[in-house]
């Protein structure tokens, strides 16, 4: 459609209202967002739908412009839910109502006004050049949600010129299924494949997202989901059988306001992730104020879980000044978030931080890592960490996950790595953690560093090849660290850091920094667990077999959790029924029938 300059603002706003940059709207940079200058309201970029005409039956002609075409309602005028067809070989004249009268374009299907229970669907093995946005008051709900998907063989694939694929604002009940969607250089650097976003300012989270067997590349993120500063998010998220792959900031991320630690406020609600790979999305190099290159992030949370998930060879190109980077799987500024059964592997960092498989990072609370296999990443396999003094980092646990030859890169990491500004109140428990020297590199099995309280690691294998099989930058007092019942396993020279001192048997260890013991009963061991993965690589959750002790009668000094006021929860790494007499580590003996 062409329109003159000479278009008055009364025409503008009469009849060319929801395309805001045709009416003159103003850009925000950071956010991709337009300002109506006549309702200073935000909307996505190109989003809105444009209205390829005037007004019903009649015809304006404008001094020195062209003629525009007499309207034409984008969407029939029939109630109830309707399925719409596009198709490469449809026609954009015809009704989009059937396969036999599919529309053609993207850019037909997204002049239409979606309603509760309207479906459209691209027909498969095809590609279609441009993007679909559904906005305010065009979408479903969670028993008559918007579908948008693929028919006939194979998932359709939207192919963006430098745009987003799917935007979603403010609005839900919108359900995203069976598709490919391929960004190009531009779009990497500047779109998103999937994004919701809400900057409604009613307060309430928007109900019902679902995302499941898409494909989404070449992306600044693959699939998105956020807020404006004074917004609720969206809550009842489902997303599955998805991958996520070549995108540049993140494959998947979730973000909210800014966290106010006085009165906590999380974007979103009741999120599940099943069954995502996110893999090679390498990071921004010129990004050196953030971190870039994850492969899932989720930022500002209540009630989430992630779980049979696989992230790896992420973050290879991020920033190399950057202070912060990336993780495989991570959350931050949430609380109840699940992360369990996953594998986070080769994932990497281009700077001298981060760059491990699984982070409880600022302000995280009452989360849990379980059941989850890290190997080969540049660093800590599962980190704890706090940088902000807001004692917002609580009540979190880590348990039965295994950690093989980590720290690869960056040996002041470790296998598991807790620290930071006033953290507390975290058990790690039932870890088995396999450490490997690389050279001059010697990661510890487990590292602690200052700021933390209310600290309880128990009934954890830790092996190295000759590094400590502890370090802590701290002299921990069991005020404020416990260790009880571990086993610590070298098969070079025993070695273990305890702030200053460095010692070379248990038994000093104990008597000097008075840990591993309850009371005048001495805990733990430095027993062979007989593990073949301390020499074996392992590669996949099946493999972890190799790092079920094959001794386990061996390592005494373990401790009944629940004496302890420890629910330790029914089973181990491997689903195996818990017995009521425990062995360190990850994977347990079977239980007593």
Same mark, same amino acid.
């Given at each position: 459609?062409?329109?003159?300059?000479?278009?008055?603002?009364?025409?503008?706003?009469?009849?060319?209202?929801?395309?805001?940059?045709?009416?003159?709207?103003?850009?925000?940079?950071?956010?991709?967002?337009?300002?109506?200058?006549?309702?200073?309201?935000?909307?996505?970029?190109? +989003?809105?739908?444009?209205?390829?005409?005037?007004?019903?039956?009649?015809?304006?002609?404008?001094?020195?412009?062209?003629?525009?075409? %007499?309207?034409?309602?984008?969407?029939?005028?029939?109630?109830?839910?309707?399925?719409?067809?596009?198709? %490469?070989?449809? /026609? /954009?004249?015809? /009704?989009?109502?059937?396969?036999?009268?599919?529309?053609?374009?993207?850019?037909?299907?997204?002049?239409?006004?979606?309603?509760?229970?309207?479906?459209?669907?691209?027909?498969?093995?095809?590609?279609?050049?441009?993007?679909?946005?559904?906005?305010?008051? @065009?979408?479903?709900?969670?028993?008559?949600?918007?579908?948008?998907?693929?028919?006939?063989?194979?998932?359709?694939?939207?192919?963006?010129?430098?745009?987003?694929?799917?935007?979603?604002?403010?609005?839900?009940?919108?359900?995203?299924?069976?598709?490919?969607?391929?960004?190009?250089?531009?779009?990497?650097?500047?779109? &998103? +494949?999937?994004?919701?976003?809400?900057?409604?300012?009613?307060?309430?989270?928007?109900?019902?997202?679902?995302?499941?067997?898409?494909?989404?590349?070449?992306?600044?993120?693959?699939?998105?989901?956020?807020?404006?500063?004074?917004?609720?998010? !969206?809550?009842?998220?489902?997303?599955?059988?998805?991958?996520?792959?070549?995108?540049?900031?993140?494959?998947?991320?979730?973000?909210?306001?800014?966290?106010?630690?006085?009165?906590?406020?999380?974007?979103?609600?009741?999120?599940?992730?099943?069954?995502?790979?996110?893999?090679?999305?390498?990071?921004?190099?010129?990004?050196?104020?953030?971190?870039?290159?994850?492969?899932?992030?989720?930022?500002?949370?209540?009630?989430?879980?992630?779980?049979?998930?696989?992230?790896?060879?992420?973050?290879?190109?991020?920033?190399?000044?950057?202070?912060?980077?990336?993780?495989?799987?991570?959350?931050?500024?949430?609380?109840?978030?699940?992360?369990?059964?996953?594998?986070?592997?080769?994932? @990497?960092?281009?700077?001298?931080?981060?760059?491990?498989?699984?982070?409880?990072?600022?302000?995280?609370?009452?989360?849990?890592?379980?059941?989850?296999?890290?190997?080969?990443?540049?660093?800590?396999?599962?980190?704890?960490?706090?940088?902000?003094?807001?004692?917002?980092?609580?009540?979190?646990?880590?348990?039965?996950?295994?950690?093989?030859?980590?720290?690869?890169?960056?040996?002041?990491?470790?296998?598991?790595?807790?620290?930071?500004?006033?953290?507390?109140?975290?058990?790690?428990?039932?870890?088995?953690?396999?450490?490997?020297?690389?050279?001059?590199? *010697?990661?510890?099995?487990?590292?602690?560093?200052?700021?933390?309280?209310?600290?309880?690691?128990?009934?954890?294998? !830790?092996?190295?090849?000759?590094?400590?099989?502890?370090?802590? /930058?701290?002299?921990?007092?069991?005020?404020?660290?416990?260790?009880?019942?571990?086993?610590?396993?070298?098969?070079?020279?025993?070695?273990?850091?305890? +702030?200053?001192?460095?010692?070379?048997?248990?038994?000093?260890?104990?008597?000097?920094?008075?840990?591993?013991?309850?009371? &005048?009963?001495?805990?733990?061991?430095?027993?062979?667990?007989?593990?073949?993965?301390?020499?074996?690589?392992?590669?996949?959750?099946?493999?972890?077999?190799?790092?079920?002790?094959?001794?386990?009668?061996?390592?005494?000094?373990?401790? *009944?959790?629940?004496?302890?006021?420890?629910?330790?929860?029914?089973?181990?790494?491997?689903?195996?029924?818990?017995?009521?007499?425990?062995?360190?580590?990850?994977?347990?003996?079977?239980?007593? &029938?």
């Amino acid at each position: 459609m062409a329109v003159c300059r000479h278009v008055t603002d009364l025409i503008c706003a009469r009849f060319l209202a929801p395309c805001y940059p045709t009416c003159g709207g103003e850009r925000n940079g950071d956010t991709g967002m337009m300002r109506d200058r006549r309702t200073a309201g935000w909307g996505p970029l190109g +989003g809105a739908k444009c209205v390829a005409a005037v007004t019903v039956g009649a015809i304006v002609l404008l001094t020195g412009c062209d003629v525009l075409k %007499p309207y034409t309602p984008p969407r029939p005028p029939v109630k109830g839910a309707l399925t719409f067809y596009v198709d %490469p070989e449809g /026609d /954009d004249e015809q /009704d989009g109502l059937s396969e036999a009268t599919a529309w053609r374009t993207l850019a037909r299907a997204d002049q239409v006004p979606f309603r509760p229970g309207d479906r459209l669907r691209l027909k498969g093995g095809e590609r279609f050049v441009g993007g679909l946005t559904i906005g305010p008051g @065009h979408a479903g709900s969670a028993s008559k949600p918007v579908v948008i998907d693929s028919f006939g063989t194979g998932r359709a694939t939207i192919a963006t010129r430098g745009t987003a694929g799917i935007t979603v604002y403010n609005t839900a009940g919108v359900e995203i299924r069976n598709l490919a969607l391929v960004g190009d250089a531009k779009a990497q650097r500047s779109a &998103d +494949g999937i994004t919701f976003f809400n900057d409604r300012r009613d307060g309430k989270p928007l109900d019902h997202v679902r995302i499941s067997g898409v494909d989404v590349s070449r992306f600044q993120n693959g699939i998105h989901l956020g807020t404006g500063p004074k917004s609720a998010g !969206f809550r009842d998220i489902r997303i599955s059988d998805s991958a996520v792959h070549h995108n540049q900031n993140a494959g998947l991320a979730t973000y909210g306001p800014r966290f106010t630690p006085e009165k906590p406020r999380y974007a979103h609600e009741k999120l599940v992730i099943t069954r995502v790979k996110a893999y090679s999305n390498p990071g921004d190099p010129t990004a050196d104020d953030r971190n870039t290159g994850s492969g899932i992030i989720l930022g500002s949370l209540r009630g989430g879980t992630i779980q049979q998930s696989v992230s790896y060879d992420n973050g290879a190109k991020s920033s190399a000044r950057a202070q912060e980077g990336p993780e495989g799987i991570w959350t931050y500024d949430s609380t109840r978030v699940v992360i369990q059964h996953n594998k986070a592997y080769r994932n @990497h960092t281009g700077s001298r931080v981060d760059g491990g498989g699984f982070g409880l990072d600022n302000n995280v609370s009452s989360s849990v890592l379980q059941y989850n296999l890290s190997y080969g990443n540049d660093g800590a396999g599962f980190l704890m960490y706090s940088g902000e003094p807001t004692n917002a980092h609580k009540d979190n646990v880590v348990r039965f996950n295994y950690s093989w030859d980590d720290a690869r890169k960056l040996s002041w990491y470790g296998g598991i790595v807790a620290f930071g500004t006033r953290m507390r109140d975290l058990d790690i428990y039932h870890n088995t953690v396999i450490l490997r020297s690389n050279g001059i590199d *010697r990661p510890p099995a487990l590292r602690l560093r200052n700021g933390m309280s209310g600290v309880r690691v128990r009934n954890n294998i !830790f092996v190295t090849n000759g590094a400590p099989v502890v370090d802590s /930058d701290t002299n921990y007092t069991q005020a404020l660290v416990h260790l009880q019942g571990n086993d610590y396993f070298s098969t070079g020279d025993w070695k273990l850091q305890w +702030g200053n001192a460095r010692y070379t048997d248990l038994d000093a260890w104990r008597s000097r920094a008075g840990q591993e013991q309850m009371g &005048d009963v001495l805990t733990g061991s430095t027993a062979d667990p007989c593990l073949m993965g301390a020499v074996a690589p392992v590669t996949d959750p099946a493999g972890a077999t190799s790092l079920v002790s094959q001794c386990a009668d061996k390592l005494e000094g373990a401790v *009944r959790l629940r004496s302890v006021g420890v629910d330790p929860g029914p089973v181990d790494y491997f689903g195996a029924r818990l017995r009521t007499a425990p062995s360190a580590g990850a994977g347990q003996p079977r239980a007593e &029938d």
